[in-house]
């Protein structure tokens, strides 16, 4: 009954538009004064412990990193590398943005940053390049999700520590992942492109051109060498690795790239600081209402109701991403990591799945949750910028979800494309 409570009065609380980490906050308040066996200081002590985490110092810090480059005229640089491989082919445009996103992916560690980075300077420009706005900012909004797919990965970082996982292993896994589908992405792109035609510059490729544009965003390049190299390299940790990206983001966006003034810092600051909060708060709310959930068994009483289905593997797997995909729809992605990994994990492990593995389809999975509503952030950060209304947008991202589906069938179905590299 307490279980029925807590969910009960948690959606509740969502139906209201009241935010997520107030949602959960407030189900537990409600949850503790109905169940004798919780107190109000239970709750305290656990928002507090739970967040008190050397690994989950990585957030606010690569949240920031990704917040300085985004201002450091990173974005530009990416865009004339990726434009010198695609940018002749027909749909040229559309498949250098998607790679620009990829590339900015592996930096900001974040869905919505990549949409609001990428967006506001490519939406425009394709739009200027003849274009439809809804097929211009569908690409861009779809090849966002690749923010956390790519590491390093918030989310990644957050279903490490929930489930007691290698982050460095967690991000060398998703290396492969995020270029699948980003490829797949530029596949339908092209396709789609031909068929409206869509143009490429029309320019033969150059070697001159590539060394320009590469000499252009060499330090932009090396960021994401850096971070993973030097986790994998054990040089240093995760935590450290995203202290470094601030260091290293300020170094090239203030004194190399000199598109960034001392006084913008603070706007930086401010909004990574901004977007921290929230994150750990909902770390915080997501961690105790996953505690309650614990001691109610209730990982246990979804994994018999699973089990109690199908023993099959590929049958449990296939159930347990619809789950996904449904909460993708409702709940932000870090708090669907923090509350249903502890609930998920031990079954899976259970039924042989590599827990690494299921890192990784999980998070896929959710990433698909930033282009579809009523949730859908990337729509929102999409629609602001392009000026479509979401549920117009909603409706031009239907083909790009198709695509990010099959990709997560693909990573499902084939273990080894997450865990070759480990």
């Known amino acids: 009954m307490t279980a029925i409570v807590l969910f009960a009065s948690f959606f509740l609380f969502m139906f209201l538009s009241v935010p997520i980490a107030i949602s959960l906050g407030l189900a537990l308040i409600v949850t503790a004064l109905y169940s004798p066996d919780l107190t109000l200081t239970f709750l305290s002590q656990s928002l507090i412990t739970s967040t008190d985490s050397f690994v989950l110092m990585a957030v606010p810090f690569f949240i920031l990193a990704g917040e ?30 998607i790679l620009t996103s990829m590339f900015f992916a592996a930096i900001s560690g974040s869905g919505p940053a990549t949409v609001a980075a990428i967006g506001g300077m490519l939406i425009p420009a394709m739009v200027a390049e003849g274009y439809d706005r809804r097929f211009a900012t569908a690409v861009i909004v779809s090849a966002g999700a690749l923010g956390i797919i790519i590491p390093p990965s918030i989310p990644l970082v957050l279903y490490g520590v929930a ?23 530029i596949l339908y792109a092209y396709f789609y492109s031909k068929k409206q035609g869509y143009t490429g510059t029309g320019e033969s490729f150059s070697f001159k051109k590539l060394l320009y544009a590469i000499n252009r965003a060499k330090w932009s390049l090396l960021i994401p060498v850096i ?10 940790t995760p935590t450290e690795a995203a202290v470094v990206a601030v260091v290293y983001a300020t170094v090239v966006s203030l004194f190399l790239h000199k598109e960034i003034k001392l006084r913008d810092f603070h706007v930086a600051i401010r909004e990574a600081a901004l977007s921290s909060v929230v994150i750990l708060l909902i770390i915080g709310t997501a961690n105790a209402f996953g505690t309650v959930l614990s001691m109610e068994q209730i990982p ?22 619809i789950l996904l995909l449904i909460i993708g729809l409702f709940i932000d992605t870090s708090a669907a990591v923090i509350i249903f990994t502890p609930i998920l994990l031990p079954m899976v ?43 117009i947008l909603a409706k031009a991202v239907m083909p790009f979800f198709i695509v990010l589906l099959l990709g997560l069938i693909i990573i499902t179905l084939i273990p080894q494309i997450s865990l070759m590299l480990l």
Do not use: C, K, W
Not at 163 to 185: H, R, T, W, Y
């Open 68 to 97: 300085i480059m985004g201002r450091g005229g990173i974005s530009s640089r990416l865009f004339d590398v990726a434009s010198v491989f695609v940018g002749r082919y027909t749909g040229g445009f559309a498949m250098a943005a």
């Open 300 to 321: 246990q009483v979804v994994a018999e109701g699973f089990l109690s289905i199908t023993e099959n593997t590929i049958m449990l797997m296939i159930l347990i991403i």
């Open 349 to 391: 492990i259970e039924i042989g799945i590599n827990p690494i593995h299921f890192g990784i389809v999980m998070i896929v999975a959710l990433s698909i949750g930033f282009i579809t509503p009523p949730m859908g952030v990337n729509l929102f950060v999409g629609s602001s910028i392009s000026g479509l209304s979401v549920p």
């Open 163 to 185: 489930g007691s996982q290698s982050i460095g292993d967690l991000f060398i896994a998703g290396i492969i992942p995020g270029v699948l589908v980003g490829l797949l992405l």
């Open 227 to 236: 971070i993973l190299g030097g986790i994998y390299g054990g040089i240093f």
